[in-house]
């Protein structure tokens, strides 16, 4: 297992955010992480990578514990979300020249270039990203996450604010980067056609618990309770979601 | 700690202070504003008043110094509110940087900063009213030191108290020197102060230096005894302050601060 998470809990205050959490990740897969606003989604991430201390469970990351090896397994894991930018008055250029720096890039200028190019953004090196749409701030953001070459890649809502256009190639290059180099996701997203594209593998959260993890056929004929053919995400979030299920 | 994550946040922070009109205007408008300032004020208050000889040298020192505090301090906090107010902290914290290089490397910038601030407006001083401060310089050192250090544990009580109540306070970054200000007597003997905030004063590590570096300019040599009291409420100061940030720093952790947009 690359990832195991188990009986991972956080509460603030009263309010119990992920309550007793457990599930693994093998190298190499790319999983999904759903559930509606408020389920746990991103505070679990935000958890694994060490940004929020879990009020209980434990984390391990490439067979060593997150609480004792943050630095060291941090070298090669990566993350973005689109709620995370960047400063706003740096160029694209500068600001990912910075997290080349972090990562101690051996020819970091090479690594950004084709970075960019891989997203289309090439034209926007020198742009400040006060200049930038909220879709070139989104790919900036995957740039950012390719820069380490990680093994393992959290995703959170890496296609919201992309035209579909832009998405299916996003979509594309993360099947290249796991088919080519293995590289492990976990992906949260609203859009659950892109789950089921993307996804072998999908963990349900509701409330902060699974409620069902499996893929897609399986969670579906788990939550609606009858036999199908096909794998029918939206109709489970909206079971979910209106709470006819759990 | 790795040298090339530190160069990282230096690395960002130039770029902003490059980039960033505000802070080019904090680190130097503002010293050369206030050395004017103070130098026209000095000039006023010296002429036909029997005031002592170097009373103009002591409110420029005293302004430069004073300055020198105030920014550091200030810059500290504000490159930490930058990242803040632009939502990078996420960004940052989810790679293997760790907090004492974040901070070194903000210290390495603000200190930068620093000499550049100074080096303009001690350019001032000697152009505009012929105080030279590099005679000054080397017995002013310790103390200056004593001044640095203390500006550091405000700054990181700061920015601790910012990591915690997010910008909700982050208007201590440019007031909190400035409740400080009466007691360190940057322009005044501490003597001049009633007899209770006397007592406070010597408290303040600033109020030594302050001391310390009018003994010199009046020619009464250095005082150890005024840098030694600095030095040592400075080991208490500074003690504090990064316990004081180790443990909001775990906090905000915990509460799930880190991730909070504002």
Redesign the interface.
């Known amino acids: 297992m690359l990832v195991e998470v188990e009986n991972l809990g956080?509460t603030?205050g009263e309010f119990h955010a992920v309550d007793n959490v457990s599930f693994g990740i093998e190298r190499g897969e790319i999983v999904g992480l759903l559930g509606a606003n408020g389920a746990g989604k991103?505070?679990t991430i935000?958890m694994i990578?060490?940004?929020?201390?879990p009020t209980s469970g434990r984390i391990s990351i490439f067979g060593k514990s997150m609480a004792t090896h943050?630095?060291?397994i941090?070298?090669h894991?990566?993350?973005t979300?689109p709620?995370?930018?960047?400063?706003?008055?740096?160029t694209v250029l500068?600001n990912l020249?910075?997290?080349a720096?972090?990562?101690?890039l051996k020819r970091p200028r090479e690594r950004i270039d084709e970075q960019l190019e891989r997203f289309g953004i090439t034209k926007l090196r020198d742009k400040?990203?006060s200049g930038l749409s909220s879709g070139e701030g989104t790919r900036v953001?995957l740039c950012?996450a390719f820069m380490n070459d990680p093994k393992l890649l959290l995703l959170d809502e890496p296609t919201a604010y992309l035209d579909p256009e832009i998405a299916w190639q996003v979509k594309n290059t993360l099947l290249d980067a796991q088919r080519e180099k293995g590289t492990t996701i976990l992906y949260t997203s609203h859009n659950m056609d892109e789950v089921e594209r993307m996804c072998k593998r999908i963990i349900f959260l509701h409330h902060g618990k699974v409620i069902a993890a499996g893929s897609p056929i399986e969670i579906t004929q788990a939550i609606l309770e009858e036999e199908r053919e096909e794998p029918a995400l939206e109709e489970v979030f909206m079971r979910v979601v209106k709470g006819k299920a759990a | 700690m790795?040298l090339?994550?530190v160069?990282?946040?230096i690395?960002?922070h130039l770029?902003?202070s490059r980039?960033?009109f505000d802070r080019v205007v904090d680190t130097l408008w503002w010293p050369v504003l206030d050395i004017v300032m103070w130098g026209f004020f000095s000039i006023y208050l010296t002429h036909g008043k029997g005031l002592q000889p170097g009373f103009v040298s002591m409110m420029l020192g005293a302004a430069i110094l004073w300055t020198m505090f105030y920014s550091f301090q200030r810059d500290m906090a504000v490159a930490f509110i930058?990242?803040l107010w632009?939502?990078?902290l996420?960004?940052?914290?989810?790679?293997?940087?760790?907090l004492s290089e974040y901070m070194a490397g903000i210290i390495v910038v603000c200190i930068l900063k620093v000499i550049v601030g100074m080096t303009a407006a001690s350019a001032i001083a000697w152009a505009a009213w012929s105080f030279d401060v590099l005679p000054w310089l080397p017995k002013f050192i310790p103390y200056i030191a004593n001044l640095l250090i203390f500006s550091l544990a405000v700054g990181v009580a700061i920015t601790g108290m910012v990591f915690r109540y997010s910008t909700k306070v982050q208007a201590l970054a440019w007031g909190f020197a400035g409740l400080l200000m009466p007691v360190s007597c940057i322009f005044y003997p501490v003597s001049s102060l009633p007899k209770w905030l006397q007592d406070v004063a010597w408290m303040m590590p600033m109020a030594h230096s302050f001391e310390g570096m009018r003994q010199i300019l009046a020619g009464n040599g250095f005082s150890p005894l005024h840098f030694w009291w600095g030095a040592g409420l400075n080991a208490v100061y500074f003690t504090m302050a990064l316990m004081f940030f180790g443990w909001i720093f775990?906090k905000a952790?915990?509460?799930?601060l880190?991730?909070k947009?504002e």
């Open positions: 956080k603030f991103t505070t935000h990578l060490g940004l929020i201390t943050r630095g060291e941090l070298e894991v990566n993350f979300s709620y995370a930018t960047f400063p706003f008055r740096l500068e020249k910075v997290f720096r972090i990562y101690n400040p990203i953001g950012k | 790795k090339h994550r160069n990282a946040v690395a960002r770029y902003e980039r960033n930058d990242d632009c939502r990078n996420i960004n940052l914290f989810s790679t293997p940087l760790m775990e952790r915990n509460r799930g880190l991730v947009q």
